[in-house]
């Protein structure tokens, strides 16, 4: 997978090679929690940030997070007509503190499934 850095961590253009959501905190561990329960433990690309808000991200494929509402407590990474964002990746070993992979991609088209995950966001933060 191309957009895995080598080393360290690298910002990654969102809704090129996916989109991301991005839940901070405790809210954000037990989500990816729930989401590893859920799905039999491979809820598709997950990563963790270790400092400040201590953000978690979830990697979905491009284009699922523009037009769609999300609960508050969640923000959205896309791209689209004057908007781009970027999502911090870790490379998938070496030192890329302050993130890491809380579960790592397993194939080249498998993203969290954007259904799925909103469903789980929507019961936890509601």
Same mark, same amino acid.
């Given at each position: ?37 859920? &799905? *039999? ?21 491009? *284009?699922? &997070? ?8 969640? &923000? ?16 998938? &070993? ?33």
């Amino acid at each position: 997978m191309s957009w895995i850095p080598l080393s360290g961590f690298h910002l990654r253009k969102a809704g090129v090679q996916f989109d991301a959501i991005r839940v901070d905190g405790e809210d954000g561990r037990r989500l990816a929690d729930w989401m590893e329960v859920l &799905t *039999g433990g491979d809820p598709g690309p997950v990563v963790m940030e270790d400092n400040g808000r201590r953000g978690v991200y979830f990697l979905l494929p491009p *284009g699922t &997070t523009a037009h769609r509402p999300w609960p508050r407590g969640v &923000t959205r990474f896309n791209s689209g007509p004057a908007h781009v964002s970027y999502v911090p990746v870790p490379a998938l &070993t070496g030192k890329t503190w302050p993130l890491s992979w809380r579960c790592l991609p397993s194939g080249p088209d498998r993203f969290v499934h954007p259904l799925l995950l909103r469903s789980a966001v929507r019961e936890l933060l509601s």
